[in-house]
């Protein structure tokens, strides 16, 4: 079983600190923190562009910073590099036939009432604790 260095005081402020960012990207200039939209847009437009890929290398650097410094202990996945890649594949077809993924839906649309945010993380909520439960559970283990 994989341990982690989970704890509430982490997750607080790890969740505060998303809920930062979303803020002051809309109240900076308008936009809604969806990062499969920012990714899609960062690579189909000109428009826009610069600020898109910023926001992209704070989202990668947010988590190398730390780790090349060693704050974080950073475990490899116990899945194999292929179901990993499908994996992928699968939540960016999901992004996408869902218009949005979980930080535009779950974080932005949540905050400003969306019903159509709020059926979006009823739906992958759902379908990931039943995965969870499936792979877990009823495949003796799964992953774990």
């Avoid at 200039?29 to 826009?48: D, P, V, W």
């Avoid at 475990?75 to 077809?93: C, H, Y």
């Avoid at 949005?100 to 969306?114: E, F, V």
Wanted: aromatic share 8%; proline share 4%.
């Amino acid at each position: 079983m994989m341990t982690t260095s989970f704890t509430p005081w982490s997750a607080l402020a790890g969740g505060a600190l998303i809920g930062l960012a979303a803020l002051l990207l809309f109240a900076g200039i308008g936009r809604i923190a969806g990062i499969s939209g920012i990714l899609n847009h960062a690579m189909e437009t000109a428009e826009g562009r610069s600020w898109r890929w910023l926001f992209l290398l704070g989202l990668i650097g947010g988590v190398a910073v730390p780790a090349l410094y060693g704050l974080v202990d950073g475990q490899p996945s116990p899945a194999p590099l292929p179901l990993l890649i499908l994996a992928g594949f699968l939540v960016g077809f999901g992004t996408r036939l869902g218009n949005g993924c979980t930080s535009g839906h779950g974080i932005c649309g949540l905050a400003r009432l969306s019903k159509r945010s709020l059926a979006a993380v009823l739906t992958f909520m759902g379908t990931g604790f039943i995965t969870v439960f499936v792979l877990r559970h009823l495949l003796q283990g799964g992953l774990s």
